[in-house]
């Protein structure tokens, strides 16, 4: 590996040799094959129908409850449309995804974020924060893997979280795009499977378990939500993209979605343990979680060490990083997002070696 290779730890995205292109390639001929008319033409705003179902199915809920759209960040949008207006109070993990922090602040919404610890979102502080008279519209969680930080929400927590949200009147969205890359531990179950009073919505995409250029994700979530916001999606753009989803869908039926994400899941899980085990061999007085699952590792740096000096400096010598404030209304100068999805193995020790130095230099100024 030259020096002159960028190595990125900057997108979380997974790299090409992950990808299944030669079954993504037969699901597109299987679709066209299979269905011509429903894939060609204008389709509805829920999406490509028997996409919506196969959906459904894994989550155990009724069809209408389930909106298919161009991708889980446009899910996001339609729900933060639909609930957040100028004002409106809204909890957020801290740290959070850094466009979460952007769409919300857009709309005018008034963002409270509340600390992440390793099993993550503090239920207690957000208690308080409730009981001060803070009344937010929803509160916005990633419980599994979550980006940026990689922590996994706790059984009980997701309990707790459920109990504030029926008592205090709030929805929990319950943002899960990482949920089936798990590379150790056990699955725990969806606060959408745990919902008996209506006041979970899910959403999910097929980005990071098949690839990001289809563009696939979803909203579940109560009946009347999603035909509300169908209705707006149907006066925004018709329908989302029928091509993609029905591809996705052929995709999920024949079974390769279970082999994708085991050949996503074991890549990742190799890169994430070989990340740790370089961080801590070449960076001294480093911090973090890892992660059981997801892209994305959270990387706390020495107190002397500023990051909007490492990044210049990481940049010089040919490696790419976040930096943690992006993710937060205030704080996080000493923290670094890494995503290890799009790295390889044999990059991720030298990028790591490349990202001491830029450390080493900025400490010695």
Known sequence: ??????????????SLDIVDVAGLKAAAQRAFEADPAGITAYGTSVGYLPLREWIAQK??????????TNGSLQADAFLFNELVGPGDAVVVERPTYDRTLLNLRNLGGEVHQVTLQPDGLDTDELRKLLESGVRPKLAHVIPNYQNPAGVTLALPKR?????LAAEFGFTIFEDDPYADVRFRGEALPSMLSMDERGVVVHASSFTKTICPGVRVGYLVGPAATIASIAKKATNLYISPGMV???????????????????????ALGERASVLAR????HIPGVRFTEPDGGYFLWVELPEDVHVDAVLPAAAERGVAVVKGSDFLLEGGEHALRLAYSAVTVDQIDEGVRRLAAAIAAVRER
């Open 244 to 266: 993609a989803q029905a591809i996705v869908h052929q995709f999920c039926v024949s079974g390769d979605i279970e082999r994708s994400i085991a050949t996503v899941s074991r």
């Open 59 to 68: 989550h155990g809920v009724a069809p209408e409850q389930v909106l298919v």
């Open 159 to 163: 309990r707790a979280l459920l109990e």
């Open 278 to 281: 370089s961080l801590r061999e």
């Open 1 to 14: 590996m030259t020096a002159e290779q960028l190595i990125s730890f900057a997108r979380g995205a997974p």
